[in-house]
Each structure stands twice: as C-alpha cells, then as structure tokens.
C-alpha cells in the first residue's frame, strides 16, 4: 500500500511562506509523476500542481502561478510545495497524491488514487 506522509502546514501571516513536504513510501517515487491539491471548506478539491516523476515537465493552477514552485528530491523520495507571497484564496487542506498508474502526470483529481493524510495551512488575520 503506497503511504504518503504531508508536513509543514500551520498558520501564516498573509504575504508569508511555508514549504510543504510530502515523504512517499511503497513506490518506485521516480516513475510517478506527482501532486498537489487542496481543498477549503465547502470547496471542491482542486489541484495546485503537479510535477512529472524526472521533474521536468510541471504544471500550475492558474490561482498559484508564479507564487508556488512544486519540487521533488527522487533520492529522498520527497515532492515539496514551496509557497510564496500567501494569500486568502490559499487556506484549505493540502494533500499530496499519486496516480494510479506509473509514468502519468496529470493535473485531474480523477487520475490520482494513492492521497495523503493532508496538511492544513491557515493565514493569520
């Protein structure tokens, strides 16, 4: 059973930073391709991005583009989120996700079967 483990959510001032960091076990890390999604309350899960399992071809919600960088250390086993210049669209549950298959990358919740546990981020007010 894949086990992907989320951390370094909390609460943030609005402007701020924090990086996500999502350790997977029980794959072969570099032949998936990985996820980002979050979901606020009342809100449908979304994603924030995703990234090919190399890293190489990476794709951004428009709502994040050019404020979070989604990264991945393959020896680690390690997809990071690093998030930049928060906002209040921003608070919601985090989750990392793998697809059900190997060497597929997508940016549809629907592709993805293996989740996290999620971490929450919240802005301060």
């Known amino acids: 059973q894949v086990q992907l483990v989320e951390s370094g959510g909390g609460l943030v001032q609005p402007g701020g930073s924090l990086r996500l960091s999502c350790v997977a076990s029980r794959l072969t890390f570099s032949n998936y391709g990985m996820g980002w999604f979050r979901q606020a309350p009342g809100k449908e899960r979304e994603v924030v991005a995703s990234?090919?399992?190399?890293?190489?071809?990476?794709y951004y919600a428009d709502s994040v583009k050019d404020r979070f960088i989604i990264s991945r250390d393959n020896a680690k086993n390690t997809l990071h989120l690093h998030m930049n210049s928060l906002n209040f669209e921003d608070p919601a549950v985090y989750y990392c996700?793998?697809?059900?298959?190997?060497?597929?990358?997508?940016?549809?919740?629907?592709?993805?079967?293996?989740w996290g546990q999620g971490t929450q981020v919240t802005l301060s007010s």
């Open positions: 996700a793998a697809p059900g298959v190997e060497y597929h990358v997508s940016d549809s919740v629907r592709d993805y079967e293996h």
């Open positions: 990234i090919s399992g190399i890293g190489g071809v990476t």
